[in-house]
């Protein structure tokens, strides 16, 4: 709606501009010539308040035009505007004044929730872009006793090759009267002025013909068949909590909009089409799905009405290919039966070609269609929506069908609309397959409420040792009480639809409920294993399963009932000899806790139902784990916002000390002051866009939109660009005054020396790390991401081997508040991962941690250094090490920390510098 709404001003605005007309200023088309024989010409009087029967504006439908539209295309819609509308000399013919705009929507497809378009992003796509619409200016007349209207105008579009063309054309409409009712169709065509003769001109164009339901005093006449949908077998009561006491509830959302991808199931004597598709004259596959749309919605105090088209279609038809076809179209009326919560439909079959609109007329109204809300939900029934299509006809009547089935695709779009309440079937045979275990260990555990959002989970699917597909089981129903969707809370909160249910879930006894699922399993490839479960169906399995579940131990076992797909939709096609259980961790558990389930088949393997096992695996992350790493992040960040202010104060310092001893910038290690400014660019480079803002398009399910974490990382970020800028003056002074000074070419030499030295140590570190944690975890950028924090963790090796190459003497070359600081900084993460691995479950796994995404970590990333208990003991440990062999080295000579024999003579000391005012 909001894209027609913008279309709508987009044509409108269009219309007007020069630019895209500019052969509108000229002469219009002569009428006389191509209307004057169906509307003869009158001249004009002043504007009438007559209203044109078709409105101000009106939609409808078309076919061809392939010449100057990508017509071949889905929903092929045109939409009339009328500017004003004259009265003329004659009686009953009115001068119009308009536009007509025809607009065609790119194939799409639809894949596991996402959109992908056929047309490219290349030339060809500008040239369809272009020709996806059309608009012309019109002129002429309507005659209001022959339902008649011509008018004649011009428009501009383009060819196939992308050439502008000027089009000169005369758009015609049939019945178009003051009154209809649901026989009356308008239909029309639009026509070139160019004839047969002129095809090889880009101009012309063959007729592209229309179709349109009038809206002008409608005259609802079906409902007098209101007494055949009151037999018993039709009888069945809806959802009675559903109020339509005045008419926003009935015309809106969902009952007067479209109902798109409803369910068709047929009996089980329908393996062809005959007597089975209510598609007129209908060959192939039976249609498997039914959208209801609503053209116009009328309530008043007796009766809420409705004006529908009912379509028909594939699954593989339904994304891809959405022509009007008038072959798998009903338009019908309906009315909301308030006895049985019920609505009501009485469908026409359309009769009319399906490559052309020319002629189109409402056939037999004999097909009936019932819909209604579910009051009760079952393991075979856990559908919103359910109802059946059936036929008048008599069994031997071409038009006849046998009756089909109706209910919502599992796409959740009425979930809003839950069942009152949910009846068990399968508990005594869940009994007799899953007893239960007096003997219960650990009953000081806590498990899962069974009433709790701890319930929900993905899953890990493996056959036999090998992954095969990923899934999401969710509760519909704990005791007696449905589960309402969490996306539909807020919703419901605020509809008349909702239902009453206790808030206490019924128990069977002490911590045993009563609870059923919905299980979806989507496969990643097609397995042709007989004995596979995805046998049948190479892309998912849905399984609805009831049974118990112990919160005091945390098992759940149920049985579960498969459907059963096939090429043609057979009602009541299940499976229903399946066993589900899972183990749920206790919410005190410490480490990585998983939920643990299988899916056995209790048939025999002979069965050709038979499936083998499936073990289900999920990293269980509760929602008490989830507020714990919400606090353990929040904690995180203040560590990482405390460290890195530590940070740029001990670098300020050393700036300071080198301020008041600049004769000792040629002394510090280039490589140490590398390496440090690194450490503060290469996180600066990689999240540059959240230094800036968030991307609203990475935000973490987990922990949705928590607005804190969005400023302190930025506030992170902010500070980590100030230490960076700190630490790249330190090496910028250190660089320039090495160069200034040319009596310290000595230390050019050292510096080349420990580069020789640390350098070879550096890349065979990395070697040795990237191949043994490659065996642990095979991703190579982590290992570097790893070494590199390793490298960071060791910065002062870089100026130990530069000062024993330089020999050093009591020389402060760096503040002890800088190398003892900033030695602090980079060992308190190893220190803080000890606590964080006695203190919070892991959230390790693969899976959970894509869950979390990268951002999980703020401070002591695993990622991006070595941690486990060992390294947090080894690296602080050689950390201190090194800092105390800085000390030394100033305090008492580099070649301090070697034994005496290794000790060289030759020095650099500090050599007092004489100042101008001295000399």
Not at 113 to 119: K, L, Q, R
Not at 268 to 297: A, F, R, T
Not at 423 to 432: A, G, I, N, S
Not at 460 to 481: F, H, N, Q
């Amino acid at each position: 709606m909001v894209m027609d709404s913008l279309l709508s001003i987009f044509f409108l605005f269009t219309l007007f501009s020069s630019n895209l007309f500019p052969t509108f200023a000229s002469q219009q088309p002569s009428y006389k010539d191509h209307c004057a024989s169906i509307i003869p010409e009158s001249t004009p009087k002043n504007p009438t308040l007559k209203p044109f029967p078709l409105g101000e504006q009106h939609k409808g439908y078309f076919t061809g035009g392939e010449r100057i539209i990508d017509a071949r295309t889905s929903l092929n819609r045109y939409t009339f505007y009328l500017q004003y509308m004259q009265e003329t000399h004659t009686p009953g013919l009115f001068k119009i004044h308009g536009t007509v705009s025809f607009r065609s929507t790119p194939n799409s497809v639809y894949v596991r929730g996402n959109f992908s378009f056929s047309t490219k992003r290349s030339s060809y796509g500008q040239r369809h872009l272009h020709r996806s619409y059309l608009t012309f200016k019109l002129d002429g007349f309507w005659s209001e006793s022959s339902g008649k209207v011509c008018l004649v105008g011009k428009g501009s579009g383009y060819s196939r090759t992308g050439n502008t063309l000027d089009l000169d054309a005369v758009f015609k409409l049939q019945n178009v009267f003051n009154a209809s009712n649901v026989t009356s169709l308008v239909s029309g065509s639009l026509e070139s002025f160019s004839t047969n003769s002129d095809k090889d001109d880009e101009s012309y164009f063959e007729p592209i013909s229309l179709l349109v339901f009038p809206k002008a005093n409608y005259n609802y006449t079906l409902d007098s068949f209101e007494n055949e949908f009151s037999s018993g077998k039709f009888s069945e009561q809806g959802l009675s909590s559903l109020n339509l006491s005045d008419s926003l509830s009935f015309c809106s959302y969902p009952l007067s909009r479209e109902l798109r991808r409803l369910q068709l199931e047929y009996s089980h004597e329908c393996n062809s089409s005959k007597n089975c598709s209510p598609i007129s004259g209908g060959s192939g596959p039976l249609p498997s799905l039914v959208s209801l749309k609503g053209i116009e919605c009328s309530s008043s105090t007796n009766k809420h009405r409705l004006r529908a088209l009912v379509t028909f279609s594939n699954i593989s038809q339904y994304w891809i290919n959405q022509d009007f076809n008038p072959k798998t179209i009903l338009v019908g009326e309906g009315w909301w039966d308030e006895k049985r919560n019920t609505l009501c439909v009485v469908a026409c079959r359309i009769i009319g070609k399906e490559s052309s609109l020319a002629g189109t007329q409402v056939g037999d109204c004999s097909v009936r269609f019932t819909l209604r809300f579910s009051s009760i939900w079952s393991i075979k029934n856990t559908n919103s929506l359910v109802g059946q299509i059936w036929s008048r006809k008599v069994a031997n009547d071409p038009g006849y069908f046998k009756m089909i089935t109706v209910k919502n695709y599992d796409d959740g779009r009425v979930g809003e609309f839950q069942a009152s309440k949910y009846e068990y079937t399968q508990l005594d045979r869940v009994k007799k397959s899953c007893p239960t275990n007096k003997n219960v260990k650990n009953h000081d555990r806590l498990y899962p409420d069974a009433d709790s959002q701890n319930m929900r989970f993905d899953m890990r699917v493996t056959e036999s040792k090998r992954r095969v597909a990923w899934g999401y089981s969710s509760p519909s129903s704990v005791g007696g009480k449905v589960k309402v969707p969490s996306n539909f809370v807020n919703f419901i909160s605020n509809s008349s639809s909702q239902t009453e249910v206790p808030d206490v879930p019924i128990r069977t006894s002490g911590s045993l409920f009563n609870i059923s699922y919905k299980i979806s399993i989507y496969s990643n490839y097609t397995l042709r294993d007989k004995n596979s479960v995805f046998n049948l169906s190479s892309e998912d399995v849905k399984i609805s399963a009831e049974g118990i579940y112990d919160s005091g131990t945390g098992t759940l076992c149920m049985i579960g009932c498969r459907d059963l797909p096939s090429k043609t939709p057979i009602a009541g096609s299940v499976d229903c000899e399946i066993l589900v259980k899972f183990q749920f961790p206790s919410l005190d558990a410490k480490g990585e806790s998983y939920i643990k389930g299988s899916i056995e088949s209790t048939r025999k393997k002979s069965d050709p139902l038979y499936f083998r096992s499936l073990d289900l695996s999920s990293a269980a992350f509760y929602r008490e784990t989830a507020q714990k790493a919400v606090w353990r992040m929040d904690m995180e960040i203040t560590m990482v916002l405390t460290s890195t202010t530590l940070a740029c104060i001990f670098v300020g310092l050393q700036l300071f000390h080198v301020k008041r001893n600049p004769d000792l910038l040629p002394f510090i290690s280039l490589m140490m002051m590398s390496i440090l400014t690194l450490g503060h660019m290469i996180p600066l480079v990689l999240n540059f866009e959240a230094l800036l803002a968030q991307n609203p398009n990475n935000k973490n399910f987990v922990f949705g939109n928590v607005g804190w974490l969005e400023v302190n990382e930025i506030a992170v970020r902010i500070i980590t660009m100030v230490a960076f800028l700190l630490q790249f003056r330190l090496l910028q002074l250190t660089w320039s005054s090495r160069n200034a000074d040319e009596s310290k070419k000595g230390l050019w030499v050292a510096e080349r020396k420990s580069a020789y030295v640390t350098l070879p140590l550096y890349a065979a570190g990395l070697l040795i790390a990237v191949m043994l944690l490659k065996l642990k975890n095979g991703s190579t950028w982590e290992n570097v991401k790893s070494y590199g924090g390793f490298v960071l963790d060791g910065f002062l090796l870089p100026q130990i081997v530069m000062n024993l190459f330089s020999n050093i003497r009591e020389i402060n070359v760096l503040s002890c508040s800088f190398y003892f600081g900033t030695t602090f900084v980079r060992l308190l993460p190893h220190a803080y991962d000890l606590y964080r691995a006695h203190n919070y479950a892991r959230l390790g796994d693969a899976h959970n941690y894509a869950r979390l995404g990268d951002g999980s970590y703020y401070y002591a990333d695993p990622s991006a250094d070595f941690y486990s208990t060992s390294w947090d003991i080894v690296i602080p440990l050689g950390g201190i090490l090194f800092a105390i062999i800085i000390y030394l080295q100033q305090r008492f000579g580099a070649h301090c920390v070697l034994p005496s024999r290794f000790r060289g003579s030759n020095v650099y000391e500090k050599v007092p510098v004489v100042t101008e005012s001295e000399l």
